[in-house]
């Protein structure tokens, strides 16, 4: 029975060991999976414009949270059409025939009415491609190619605390496919070849959005204006109201 | 003679003397205008004042705000000129045809205001629309009589024909349309976007919370202002003026007091008048025996105020300095009385000190029956406008929620301000919670 009883000890310290080894492991667990999360969160994340929407206004609102201290450099582009056509001109009787570029703003009339996966999808044609012109070429395929034109120069702002935002206005924006981009920067030292120390500015994230300015209506009635302004019972309800008051 | 005789002449001389006294008495008091029985007893002088401020030009709305139906809001620059254009429109505009008057719900006024183009009139306080109208001669349709008050007015949608009366105090809302093809937005804008901070809703900013309009604008000015407490001891122009004004020009009648705790009150008679210089720096006046007679509405009752205020100090004497606006009108029915709350602004900001206004009038049965007066003095600073502290980033600093979508759900507003802090006024945020505290923050980092 002692022999038991001492089995039964150890057995018991055995799993409060093991337990205690189960909890020691817990917290470092934990602290894996949060440094997973800080690692996935991003420093920057554009709240407005929604990536993916089409606004109808003149005006455009800018807010950008960091989720730490950090710079961020805020440029918004518009996104052209590119047309070439070549131009043939007669000097002195003999024809010179040059390409000639020409940008048009994207035409977002239906992207509201489709839904904001068109902006998204028209987004998606706007990458490296047609800056690096091999799309240009392909004009004409059937998704027309866009090019960033610097819409808003740079903003620059630095957030000195663990949470911020930069908000900020952009006015008498033309109807047109539009595109944020917001980097995070920073100021690095290096030295030249003879030594000599400077400092450049290199991005560590970046994040984009884009969304379609749609042309305001002339005569925009609301929901409230469009209902029956006053029926013929309201009219009298108030008659009589008014009388026997 | 017999002196029975002489007896009934004394009596005959004594009816006739008595009957000569009531002569007199009668052609003194009531009928000669030169002697005047208020001019010969202490009395308030405020009745002679002549109207130095108009009511109408005191109860005018805190904000004018445009909305661009897409969650862009303008707070209007020029909010007084265009309110005039605005009641000048409504004025036309109830002369053209008939107007028709129906309930909304407030979903409906939320739409109209919200989700359409609109230009919205806010007032700090419910004004009775009867008066509203006839005021401003707007010609009376059959439908008003169902509105009692509002507190804001708003031309809403690019079709031009409705106009949205409010009382946020009473959550009423009526649609009032009118005949008029002409529309609002050429009338009273221009045909333009008026020029102002912008603002939008705290969901389209932060990406959280609802309802509370937050600026991007980051400009303003910064400079702390120096500013002085007004001066209400025994020898200081306002108490002299007060005195004046409610004692007449004597103080034959008139019992001064020092109390312990280093209060100064001038009483007449048994307490009918008093006027109180107090320690904790305010002016008090209050008068129990008023004469019969009635209010005369929240306009009459304001000018009445207004006018004593002028007479009692002043009201808005030098424009650079800060100006008395008002910030709050009580009814009280049983006592036939308004009770008026002013503020002040200085260079367009409200000025906040330890105190929670900075003078109150109440006017009973058409008398000034209270007068409260602990306001403050500065001159408006003349310095550049700066980049400060974004108001996204004012709400992270608010103490409200360790939670920041805690601190965005119960954000109620977040406006500019100055607040008294170590004898300065420190341009701040602030912000206003549903609970109904209220927090400053500086609007530089170093005032935080």
Wanted: proline letters at 2%.
């Amino acid at each position: 029975m002692k022999r038991f009883s001492k089995l039964i000890a150890f057995v018991l310290c055995l799993v409060t060991l093991a337990s205690t080894f189960a909890f020691a492991v817990t917290p470092a667990a934990i602290t894996t999976t949060n440094a997973a999360v800080v690692k996935k969160q991003n420093i920057a994340e554009i709240v407005s414009p929604v990536s993916g929407s089409a606004t109808k206004s003149d005006s455009l609102l800018v807010s950008v949270k960091l989720n730490k201290a950090a710079t961020v450099k805020v440029t918004i582009y518009e996104e052209k059409i590119e047309n070439r056509k070549v131009v043939t001109s007669y000097v002195s009787g003999v024809a010179i025939t040059k390409e000639a570029i020409s940008y048009t703003s994207v035409d977002v009339t239906s992207f509201g009415a489709v839904s904001s996966a068109a902006i998204t999808s028209a987004a998606a044609t706007t990458t490296k491609e047609a800056v690096s012109g091999s799309a240009v070429n392909a004009s004409s395929a059937a998704v027309k190619p866009y090019v960033d034109k610097l819409f808003v120069s740079p903003v620059y702002y630095t957030s000195k605390d663990e949470l911020g935002f930069y908000t900020g206005q952009v006015n008498d924006v033309k109807p047109g496919l539009y595109k944020m981009v917001v980097e995070v920067v920073e100021e690095k030292t290096a030295k030249d070849k003879d030594g000599k120390e400077y400092k450049y500015e290199t991005s560590i994230e970046k994040t984009e959005s884009i969304f379609a300015v749609q042309e305001k209506p002339a005569e925009e009635k609301t929901q409230a204006q469009t209902k029956e302004k006053a029926n013929a019972l309201t009219i009298i309800t108030t008659i009589l109201k008014s009388l026997f008051k | 003679m017999t002196n029975r005789t002489k007896e009934n002449i004394k009596s005959v001389i004594i009816v006739v003397l008595f009957l000569t006294t009531i002569l007199l008495l009668y052609l003194v008091f009531a009928k000669s205008a030169d002697v005047n029985i208020k001019n010969l007893l202490p009395h308030q002088k405020q009745e002679e004042v002549l109207d130095a401020v108009l009511a109408k030009d005191v109860a005018v709305p805190k904000k004018a705000v445009y909305s661009n139906g897409s969650g862009a809001y303008i707070s209007a620059n020029e909010k007084d000129r265009l309110f005039e254009k605005a009641l000048a429109f409504f004025a036309s505009a109830s002369n053209q045809g008939t107007m028709m008057v129906s309930e909304v719900s407030l979903a409906e006024y939320e739409e109209a205001v919200h989700h359409a183009e609109s230009l919205s009139f806010n007032f700090d306080y419910s004004i009775p629309f009867s008066e509203f109208i006839k005021t401003y001669e707007i010609k009376r349709a059959s439908g008003f009589a169902n509105i009692n008050s509002i507190s804001a007015f708003v031309f809403s949608g690019s079709d031009a024909n409705n106009i949205i009366a409010a009382d946020y105090f009473t959550g009423k809302y009526f649609r009032i349309v009118y005949e008029s093809e002409r529309a609002w937005k050429d009338e009273i804008l221009l045909g333009r976007e008026p020029s102002g901070e912008s603002s939008y809703r705290i969901d389209q900013v932060l990406g959280l919370g609802a309802g509370a309009l937050v600026p991007v604008s980051t400009s303003r000015k910064t400079e702390e202002i120096v500013f002085i407490t007004e001066d209400y001891s025994e020898e200081s122009p306002i108490l002299k003026s007060v005195a004046s004004t409610v004692f007449g020009n004597n103080f034959s009648f008139v019992r001064r007091i020092h109390d312990n705790f280093g209060n100064l009150t001038f009483m007449y008679g048994y307490g009918g008048k008093t006027l109180s210089s107090n320690a904790n720096g305010s002016l008090e006046y209050k008068q129990t025996d008023l004469q019969d007679g009635s209010s005369n509405g929240f306009y009459g009752d304001l000018q009445t105020a207004v006018n004593f205020i002028a007479a009692c100090g002043g009201f808005n004497v030098n424009k650079d300095s800060t100006q008395f606006v008002l910030a709050g009108a009580e009814k009280d029915t049983s006592s036939d009385s308004y009770t008026f709350y002013f503020m002040q602004e200085l260079d367009g900001e409200i000025v906040y000190t330890e105190k929670p206004f900075a003078v109150m009038v109440r006017v009973e049965k058409g008398q000034v029956s209270s007068y409260l007066r602990q306001a403050i003095y500065a001159n408006r600073s003349y310095a550049q406008r700066e980049e400060v502290l974004q108001a996204a980033n004012a709400i992270i600093q608010s103490r409200f929620g360790f939670d920041l979508s805690v601190t965005a759900e119960n954000l109620v507003s977040i406006s500019t301000c100055y607040k008294e802090k170590d004898g300065n006024l420190v341009p701040s945020w602030m912000l206003r919670f549903a609970d109904g505290s209220t927090e400053w923050i500086g609007l530089k980092r170093s005032q935080y």
